[in-house]
């Protein structure tokens, strides 16, 4: 579980020294159609404190907007992730599919990334460039980020673990939280004034549990005694990742800046998720996520 907690906050951290972090690029897995279309017409959302800039999660088509002021014309034309511009005969820029070599190579672990085929990627880069030079074909299709980090063998998650899941995220959120809260200055907004009210009341509560490692039994214990915390650090992670629309449904592609970075350390992710999702229509709805977590209220 501190691992959990490590890796949120260095992102976080991230996020706010640089937008263009590492971990930035998770592909989309099984995109709707009518998603995409949502996805095209959504303007990219600023950075997320916690995870990454969900806006890098994003499986958009490339954007014809362009800055007439640049000298090059590719200067500021956007292609999606796989692809680079260049420019046609008429000196018009133009989205290609991006030579894989031409990648910058990773300097550490975690720059590589695991494939939906289980094969390991050198980097974010080079998934998505293959996966533009397959494209049109079944394997290009089917080919996306699955995780952050080189392909492992991912245990799979048994019963027991999948109920001891929720308990350890429940309480890991209410930790990100109050780092946030802690850490929050005037400078960096992490926290919008409502949400650091909400936050503080945590914050100053004497009897709450302090981060570190916990028995299951005492987070389970803490959850009864103290459920009123536990509220609004679930419902806060919903509305972080509810972006793409902001609909009150997760898709696949809102979920991954959680997902990803998380099924290498916890191997219940996968199954927790699929599990949220009861009427399996694909999307966890505000109603699935609360409930997943045990908790009831479901409006705020
Ligand atoms: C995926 O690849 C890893 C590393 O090569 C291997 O250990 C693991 O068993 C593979 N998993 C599956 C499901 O094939
Ligand atoms: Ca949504
Ligand atoms: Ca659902």
């Not at 290609?96 to 910058?104: F, L």
């Not at 995780?147 to 799979?156: L, Q, S, V």
């Amino acid at each position: 579980m501190r691992a959990w907690m490590v890796l949120l906050l260095c992102l976080a951290g991230k996020a706010l020294a640089a937008p263009e972090g590492l971990v930035a690029e998770v592909d989309v897995v099984e995109e709707t159609e009518q998603e995409e279309i949502a996805l095209k017409q959504e303007s990219p959302v600023g950075a997320n404190p916690v995870q990454v800039d969900t806006g890098d999660f994003e499986d958009v088509e490339e954007d014809t907007t362009k800055d007439f002021e640049a000298e090059n014309p590719c200067q500021n034309y956007h292609c999606k992730r796989g692809k680079v511009c260049e420019l046609d005969e008429d000196n018009m820029p133009m989205c290609v599919c991006q030579d894989p070599t031409s990648c910058p190579p990773s300097t550490v672990t975690f720059e590589k990334v695991c494939g939906t085929d289980n094969k390991t990627f050198d980097s974010a880069c080079q998934l998505f460039a293959t996966k533009c030079a397959l494209e049109g074909t079944k394997k290009g299709h089917k080919l996306h980020l699955d995780y952050i980090g080189p392909c492992k063998e991912i245990p799979t998650c048994g019963d027991a673990e999948l109920t001891e899941f929720p308990l350890r995220m429940r309480d890991w959120l209410k930790n990100v939280l109050v780092t946030l809260y802690e850490r929050d200055s005037e400078l960096t907004n992490l926290l919008t004034e409502k949400q650091k009210t909400k936050v503080r009341k945590m914050y100053e509560n004497e009897k709450r549990l302090e981060a570190g490692e916990h028995s299951l039994d005492l987070l389970a214990h803490d959850f009864e005694k103290n459920y009123n915390m536990y509220i609004f650090p679930v419902h806060w992670q919903f509305g972080q990742l509810d972006q793409h629309p902001i609909d009150k449904f997760l898709s696949h592609s809102e979920l991954a800046p959680l997902r990803a970075p998380l099924i290498p350390m916890e191997h219940c992710t996968n199954r927790f998720f699929e599990a949220c999702d009861t009427d399996s229509d694909k999307y966890i709805s505000l109603n699935e996520w609360t409930m997943c977590f045990g908790i009831k209220e479901q409006n705020l």
